[in-house]
């Protein structure tokens, strides 16, 4: 290989990184920095009477309300990863590394949680466990109390919790599925207790995938706006998302720069998360599992005592938080009223789907949250591991930069991002016509679950031990050949899974869409939201039962064409 | 001001005139409306679309939007949004030069006020205004379609009969006598979080002496707020909620024909009832078809397909469900129409904002 020959080639992969990143600089910082210069202005960006000003921060910053918020934000954020990691990271470990009876089945039973946007949780608890709720009503009959309330901040840290278990669990676990099972066997073989095994010998090698999934889930923590909005509001527990949510209402005219500053508070406390994150995972080398010798993982058998303590487990957590906000919903989309002293036989009907058929608006919602989660996830996941690649083995600024635009916008809660890609979408000549298409919500979709899907790729792509990119080097092939036909088939089964994981995220999706959506590009999950304020919770009920429904069936069928969610 | 509108419409009509000498006259003009009003016709139907924001609910709006379709072949595109969003989206796109709605539709009459006050509504000589009172029309911009007077809803099985509130007083009293056995179990709507909500405890808190009272009660007895009359009705029939006071009578009487469980009270001492208003929008995309819409609106059969799903109509002389006696004899007589004028957009007023919130925010914490 000729010193110029190879210098071509870096130069080659060079080109590449530059011009991936120069596009995602300027796809996420356009809204950012559109949010940033609304925080300085005294009204609406576009207002003629607009003047540089910090009477927004002022007002923000001198508001006890912002600060209790804060405060009732960061408990609920810390609460949500200390219930969520350690029940993820244990569901990850028993269906992949482990003979668990009946994992084929499990997975996609376990993921349900994360079909539900936060809103439709909420309201399916509600139904259930919530102060009329048939389960509390039950508890009551049966043992004259009901120790719970869901109206608290300690119900809703639950609820978060739980929800938020398939997040960790899809990261933990695709970390696992690619680790060899030698070293389990080792331990196994030397007398180790399975429980034992799996913290002192599987947990630590998959630590970087925690660690992201604890801080992801922090940060998704710090932009929960369903589960806050639904259960917390009326007893007026707010967090930063209501907060912003009302402060609209509070001043009575669009109050954009104070929301730009609370969304430019979040960015401040979330940043140095990201640096913290960054220095934990700088060694990098040290988590790669896969070296050049291929092993493929056997499973750790759990043992009869095993299974029914693993089972008890599971089937607990499953009733929780599957079981009772489905069966909640469900109950609710085929009655018209439900609660103390109502009998549901005599409340029956299908008159909520048969509306939402009759409405163009609700039915055209359902073919497009369709089309943006199967095609807009599966061109989403390519957008992301082109971005995956040019950061890949980067260790220089360029890397860096690249990090932080990646988790710049999951600082934001989505109904910023919705907002701040509305703007850009109303005011940028040449994209105006996009903004009434479904394009328009794929390019915030895909900005949204950006943090997501990457580190679920990069996550990956850290397997992938250096010598294997380094032998096709020294053979003379260019970083994009090496990327083609060395990287990318061996982390095509991550690809496959993180198709399925942005489809899910997609579907979910409610607040994205408050601002962008119009007529022709509605989605469930935003549909919901609109639902809510006009307060037409049948019609709620029956979209999310139908949007559960045809997840379900979506992923069914996945199934069955072999796209299974792990290898 | 209003010479030289009658004489711009005067030029317009005699146009017309000429123009349609040629057409097939007037086919499918309704009667009493001018000749001329084939050539809008003309031109709505060349537009083929008109587009709605609106904050009713679809299920109200959608027979509208159908009858509408039947009579003129133009499609509907229907936004549902908040009140909030209707107002944002319009400002927002009227400063982008883009704007989407030919018609902005919405409960809001304060917010109403505000797009009028930006020049961001058009004005428009219905031919339907004759048959509505001054109180419903600002300056051939803002036009109020419905009359919706608040209620108090409980649940039957759970409040007794005795304390069933007949009157605003009685609520008051209610609420401080027996707070302690509601706690938590009275809602209201949110100022904060709804438009409506707001525009409703203004009026009360300028029409009546125990605003602060009340506020003060409910705060006591841990009152939860909601942002739609849905999720009042939908607490209140599950149980959790036992009375819930200034949700949209409308809807309310229609929820007590669906459920066994919700009661209807309208206070006949005080009951507001606000107007939902309609305004075409400036440098619409579909000038002529969103006048026609809202001449539909406001038409005879378009009240009566709003009046069947529950949204009184407004018309003078209009007689049939839930017309000026009906609603009277429900209110008690005494019941007070917020009438869309300028006073309305003094709600925006920041510092009136502030120190009502103040106040509000200290009853809603059981401090008052």
């Known amino acids: 290989m000729s010193a110029a020959g190879g210098l071509a080639r870096r130069s080659e992969g060079q080109g590449y990184r530059v011009a991936v990143i120069a596009a995602l600089v300027l796809v996420v910082m356009t809204p950012v920095g559109l949010i940033l210069y609304q925080s300085f202005l005294d009204a609406p960006f576009f207002d003629k009477t607009a003047r540089m000003s910090l009477e927004a921060y002022d007002y923000v910053l001198t508001d006890p309300d912002f600060w209790t918020a804060l405060g009732t934000t960061a408990l609920f954020a810390v609460g949500l990863v200390a219930v969520a990691v350690p029940l993820g990271a244990m569901l990850a470990f028993l269906l992949s590394r482990t003979d668990l009876v009946g994992k084929r089945w499990l997975e996609p039973v376990a993921l349900v949680p994360m079909f539900l946007s936060s809103i439709v949780l909420a309201f399916g608890y509600t139904v259930a466990v919530g102060p009329s709720g048939f389960v509390s009503l039950w508890m009551k009959e049966t043992f004259g109390i009901k120790p719970w309330s869901i109206y608290s901040l300690g119900g809703m840290i639950l609820i978060g919790g739980l929800s938020h278990v398939p997040n960790v669990y899809l990261y933990v676990s695709s970390a696992m599925r690619s680790l060899p099972s030698d070293l389990e066997e080792a331990a196994r073989a030397s007398g180790a207790s399975i429980w034992r095994v799996s913290l002192d010998v599987t947990l630590p090698m998959v630590l970087p995938s925690l660690i992201f999934a604890a801080a992801l889930n922090l940060l998704l923590g710090f932009e929960t706006f369903g589960i806050p909005l639904v259960l917390g509001d009326p007893s007026g527990i707010v967090v930063l998302t209501t907060y912003i949510y009302k402060v609209n209402g509070i001043f009575g005219t669009p109050t954009y720069h104070v929301m730009a500053v609370v969304a430019v508070a979040l960015i401040l406390i979330t940043l140095p998360l990201v640096y913290f994150q960054r220095l934990l995972l700088r060694n990098s080398r040290r988590y790669a599992a896969v070296g050049g010798k291929g092993a493929r993982a056997t499973p750790l058998r759990l043992g009869p005592s095993g299974q029914v303590i693993a089972w008890s487990l599971i089937a607990l957590w499953l009733v929780v938080s599957v079981a009772l906000p489905i069966g909640g919903i469900t109950v609710r989309a085929f009655v018209d009223a439900w609660g103390e002293g109502v009998r549901l036989r005599d409340h029956l009907t299908l008159a909520h789907f048969a509306h939402v058929f009759d409405t163009p608006s609700l039915f055209r919602g359902i073919i497009n949250t369709l089309l943006l989660a199967v095609i807009g996830g599966a061109f989403a996941v390519a957008i992301y591991l082109a971005v995956g690649l040019a950061g890949h083995r980067n260790k220089g600024p360029s890397g860096a930069l690249l990090d932080y635009m990646v988790l710049l916008p999951r600082a934001l809660p989505g109904i910023i991002i919705g907002l701040a890609f509305f703007w850009v979408f109303l005011f940028v000549p040449f994209l105006t016509p996009l903004r009434p298409t479904l394009v328009s919500l794929f390019v915030a979709y895909t900005v949204v679950g950006l943090s997501y899907g990457l580190r679920i790729i990069q996550a990956t792509l850290l397997q992938v031990a250096p010598e294997l990119e380094e032998s096709s080097r020294t053979t003379g092939a260019s970083p994009m050949r090496t990327w083609r036909d060395t990287v990318i088939p061996i982390i095509r089964p991550g690809l496959v899974g993180a198709w399925s994981l942005i489809m899910i995220v997609f579907l979910r999706e409610y607040a994205t869409g408050v601002y962008l959506m119009g007529v022709g590009t509605e989605v469930v999950g935003t549909l919901m939201v609109s639902l809510l304020t006009s307060g037409s919770m049948d019609q709620i009920a029956a979209l999310a039962f139908l949007s559960i429904l045809f997840t379900a069936l979506g992923l069914g069928f996945a199934l069955r064409l072999g796209a299974r969610i792990h290898d | ?368």
């Open chain 2, 1 to 368: 001001m209003t010479t030289r509108r009658s004489f711009v419409v005067g030029a317009l009509g005699s146009a017309a005139f000429f123009g349609s000498s040629q057409s097939s006259f007037a086919q499918g003009v309704p009667a009493g409306y001018p000749a001329d009003y084939a050539d809008l016709i003309a031109r709505a139907k060349k537009e083929g679309r008109v587009a709605i924001y609106t904050s009713t609910d679809e299920a109200q709006g959608q027979p509208l939007v159908e009858a509408f379709k039947q009579a003129y072949g133009i499609a509907v595109d229907y936004n549902g949004l908040g009140t909030t969003d209707v107002y944002n989206r319009v400002i927002s796109e009227g400063a982008a030069g883009q704007v989407g709605a030919d018609v902005a539709w919405t409960s809001s009459m304060d917010l109403q006020m505000v797009l009028a006050g930006k020049g961001l509504l058009d004005t428009y000589l219905s031919p339907e205004a004759a048959h509505f009172p001054q109180t419903s029309i600002y300056k051939d911009m803002v036009f109020g379609t419905s009359v919706e007077p608040v209620a108090m809803i409980y649940n039957k099985n759970l409040l007794k009969a005795e304390w069933v509130p007949k009157t605003r007083a009685d609520l008051v009293k209610l609420l401080q006598e027996y707070g302690k056995d509601l706690k938590g179990k009275v809602a209201s709507f949110d100022p904060e979080k709804s438009g409506i909500g707001f525009l409703l405890a203004q009026t009360d808190l300028q029409n009546t002496s125990s605003f602060w009272d009340l506020a003060k009660a409910f705060g006591a007895a841990d009152g939860k707020v909601y942002g739609s009359s849905g999720a009042m009705r939908e607490k209140v029939v599950s149980g959790e909620q036992i009375v819930a006071f200034n949700v949209i009578g409308s809807y309310a009487l229609q929820w007590q024909k669906e459920s066994p469980v919700v009661g209807v009270s309208f206070a006949s001492d005080y009951t507001s009832a606000f107007q939902r208003v309609a305004s075409v929008t400036k440098n619409a995309p579909h000038p002529a078809a969103g006048r026609l819409f809202l001449d539909f609106m406001l038409s005879e059969k378009g009240q009566a397909i709003l009046a069947d799903k529950g949204v009184p109509p407004l018309r003078k002389g209009y007689k049939g469900a839930l017309d000026a006696e009906e609603i009277g004899k429900l209110t008690g007589g005494n019941m007070k129409v917020i009438p869309v004028d300028e006073k309305l957009a003094g709600n925006m007023n920041p510092k009136l904002r502030s120190e009502f919130f103040q106040i509000w925010r200290k009853a809603m914490r059981g401090e008052g």
